[in-house]
């Protein structure tokens, strides 16, 4: 394993700053030499602050992997299940559709702060969820290539939440 | 040039200002500028889902800017780095078959002849033509993540970047020094840990505190985090600071 251990990774990181439950250096270890995975890789913040990794192992792309692999298993947060339905359905993140499958899928967000910070600069902040124009044929490349892979009802999604991401 | 005006999918609601502003600003400006009908960039959250479909995503989005010969230009750092890997990942011959297969189905095809700019890289070249009135306001410029990291996609150094501050002092600011200015804002955080979001926002909004007046930004999920949990300074977008700058 090209990783020696040297934690520059986990300094650096964002999440493991506020949160000591996330370590990415030590999740890393038991993925590549165990082949284990953990549920904290959803708390990674995309900020790859960790690409000063001295031995270029790229652990922000070792988190990537794993949380692909956790999908295929049908692993899926709430909260992507939303995003990747939002942007099928609507060609694009709808901010408002996305509050709404969230809720539907029983991730219940506090939204009363972003919706009076919205109000303080007078933009509307519950719309009727619009499609934009190129919807369908986004919803066609989904459809496209997932096959006729039918979507997961919203049930088995609720299931498939993750414990450690709050929901 | 033509340009291809990519807001992202903020600019309906929480990037609305910053959408906005950009736009009148290179109006302004006397550029040529088409707002296409660009889908969501997927993000990492679709390549993680599905690669192929975060790749067509973004193919499409290049595709439909080939058609009318216009170059990209993005608010989004997100869909600026998205845009810009998928354009390398294309560059791959079986890969762009690949995608070119399924864009084939909606009538597109990706050939890779566009670029893509982050908004901050037009807007640097007209500095003259954007100079502000009162120059009294102490600010401090933001960068957030995804505009420089990882360093292959980014725009400037990440670890000593310039090209936003350097930007603001052409244009007339006094930019104060920001520790902070390449720390995340936590954004993600607001779906995963949201006890955490508000713990990541604070430490850059006291951190801006001490030196300036004004935190400007160039990402709307920044310019969004820190305003939320804002009380006592003021975070605007770079475009919105010169439009109302210029208008005082």
């Known amino acids: 394993m090209k990783c020696y251990q040297c934690g520059t990774c986990t300094a650096d990181c964002t999440s493991a700053n506020i949160d000591s439950k996330f370590n990415p250096r030590k999740i890393m270890l038991e993925y590549l030499e165990e082949g284990k995975f953990s549920e904290f890789c959803w708390l990674c913040a995309s900020c790859f602050k960790c690409y000063r990794c001295p031995r270029e192992v790229k652990p922000y792309e070792i988190l990537s992997e794993m949380r692909s692999k956790l999908i295929e298993q049908g692993k899926i947060p709430a909260y992507v299940k939303a995003f990747v339905e939002t942007v099928k359905d609507y060609g694009e993140l709808d901010e408002t559709a996305f509050f709404i499958k969230l809720a539907k899928s029983g991730m219940f967000m506090d939204t009363s702060v972003i919706i009076s910070t919205l109000k303080k600069r007078g933009i509307k902040a519950i719309n009727i969820p619009r499609k934009s124009e190129c919807a369908k044929e986004i919803s066609r490349i989904f459809l496209i290539v997932e096959g006729a892979e039918k979507v997961k009802s919203v049930d088995s999604v609720k299931k498939a939440v993750i414990s450690g991401v709050p929901s | ?248």
């Open chain 2, 1 to 248: 040039m033509k340009l291809a005006f990519f807001p992202g999918c903020s600019a309906k609601s929480s990037g609305f200002e910053y959408a906005n502003s950009a736009l009148k600003l290179m109006k302004e400006l006397g550029l040529k500028v088409v707002t296409p009908d660009f889908n969501c960039c997927g993000t990492h959250i679709v390549e993680e889902y599905n690669r192929d479909v975060w790749l067509a995503l973004n193919a499409r989005n290049l595709a439909i800017a080939e058609e009318i010969e216009a170059d990209i230009v993005t608010i989004c750092p997100a869909c600026y780095q998205n845009l810009k890997k998928a354009k390398i990942i294309l560059e791959n011959e079986e890969e762009k078959k690949k995608i070119n297969g399924i864009l084939a189905s909606i009538d597109k095809e990706y050939t890779g002849k566009t670029s893509v700019f982050h908004v901050i890289e037009l807007l640097k070249k007209f500095t003259d033509k954007l100079k502000i009135k009162n120059k009294s306001k102490k600010v401090v410029a933001y960068y957030g993540c995804q505009i420089l990291r990882p360093p292959e996609l980014g725009i400037d150094n990440p670890e000593n970047p310039k090209i936003f501050e350097n930007f603001l002092k052409e244009v007339g600011f006094k930019v104060e020094e920001f520790k902070a200015k390449s720390d995340c804002c936590g954004g993600t955080f607001l779906l995963t840990n949201p006890d955490g979001f508000k713990r990541r926002a604070e430490s850059i909004l006291n951190e801006a505190k001490k030196v300036a007046d004004c935190i400007v930004t160039l990402c709307p999920l920044c310019q969004f985090s820190l305003e939320i949990v804002s009380s006592d300074i003021e975070v605007v977008p770079f475009t919105s600071l010169i439009l109302n700058e210029r208008k005082l």
